[in-house]
C-alpha cells in the first residue's frame, strides 16, 4: 500500500501565513508555496487543489502583472 503524500497539508498552512502577514498574496509568496508542492518532484491532486483554490482567492490588488504572468505560466506548465 502506497502512502499517501500529504505536502498539501503543509501546502494549505503555509499559504494561510503567507496570507496572514499583510492579508495578500505576492508573486515570491506564490512560488515558495510552489516549491513545497514540487519538493517530492510531482504536484498531485490534492496540491493541485489547494494551489487553485489559492489562485481563485486573489483579489484584483494581488493580481499584479507579474502575478498574472505567473499564474499563467504555473497553469500552462503544471496544468494548474
Given at each position: 500500500?502506497s502512502?499517501?503524500n500529504r ?14 502577514d499583510d492579508?495578500?498574496?505576492?508573486v515570491?509568496e ?7 508542492a ?7 491532486d ?9 489562485i481563485d ?11 498574472v504572468?505567473k ?10
Amino acid at each position: 500500500m502506497s502512502k499517501e503524500n500529504r505536502d498539501y497539508l503543509e501546502l494549505t498552512y503555509r499559504s494561510i501565513n503567507c496570507f496572514a502577514d499583510d492579508g495578500k498574496l505576492d508573486v515570491n509568496e506564490l512560488e515558495s508555496l510552489v516549491e513545497i508542492a514540487l519538493k517530492d518532484g510531482v504536484i498531485d491532486d490534492n496540491e493541485k487543489r489547494v494551489l487553485r483554490n489559492i489562485i481563485d482567492r486573489l483579489t484584483d490588488e494581488e493580481l499584479t502583472s507579474e502575478m498574472v504572468a505567473k499564474i499563467h505560466q504555473l497553469r500552462t506548465d503544471l496544468d494548474i
